[in-house]
């Protein structure tokens, strides 16, 4: 089996999807807790704009004050909230990488997206893509309500290749013949696995890695070798 590996942020999306959630929430009829988010991420992200908080630890923590503001939620609200985003995330895709993804799935790859956003968001927003699965951030609902005490493993780094090899253990995958699509140089995590790594508008080191490598560099929807 061949299969075909995408990032979502920077990669399938253009963008950064966090800020588009953040104004969903704090423009939000229906879900209130914007404010009290705001406050518990200000100091978080000034330790981290310091160098005092790493990157992926800052990032976690951001998700998990997100996700607070769904406490007493059902799943079934928290989709719904999610799913009113679907126009603005599906006009900002990067166009080329979709048609990879087609490509792809079309030539009979298992394709699979593994992103730091949570489950839900992506099952609501791209569900149209022809992908095999969708793995994110799940979010654990007791009696399909998000209860106030809950627990949250952010899908970023060593994370994706835990999961990742927990998907295809025991199976035969030509990983020669597989692709890999990442923006960050964190996703070398799995863009290693492959015989065919794409960096996609890549941050500094993942692009200077790439070069050095000499692995495809995808740029401005104009792929580069």
Do not use: C
């Amino acid at each position: 089996m061949r299969v075909a590996i995408f990032d979502f942020d920077g990669t399938i999306y253009k963008d950064e999807t966090f800020q588009l959630m953040m104004d969903h929430l704090k423009d939000h009829p229906n879900v209130t807790g914007y404010d009290k988010f705001y406050r518990s991420i200000v100091p978080i992200y000034g330790l981290y704009k310091a160098k005092l908080y790493p990157e992926s630890r800052m990032k976690a923590k951001l998700m998990w004050h997100y996700l607070r503001a769904f406490e007493g939620k059902t799943d079934q609200d928290v989709f719904q909230f999610f799913a009113e985003v679907k126009d603005k995330i599906m006009s900002n895709l990067n166009e080329e990488v979709v048609k990879r993804l087609q490509d792809h799935h079309r030539d009979g790859y298992y394709t699979i997206v593994v992103s730091g956003a949570f489950t839900p968001f992506l099952n609501a927003t791209i569900d149209e893509l022809p992908f095999d699965r969708r793995i994110g951030t799940e979010i654990e609902y007791v009696d399909g309500v998000l209860p106030k005490r809950f627990k949250m493993s952010h899908m970023q780094g060593k994370e994706k290749m835990r999961t990742l090899e927990n998907i295809f253990e025991g199976k035969e995958i030509d990983w020669d013949h597989s692709y890999g699509y990442g923006d960050s140089f964190s996703d070398l995590s799995f863009l290693n696995l492959v015989g065919h790594p794409v960096a996609v508008m890549p941050d500094e080191k993942l692009e200077a890695h790439a070069k050095k490598e000499g692995w495809e560099i995808m740029l401005d929807e104009h792929v580069k070798l």
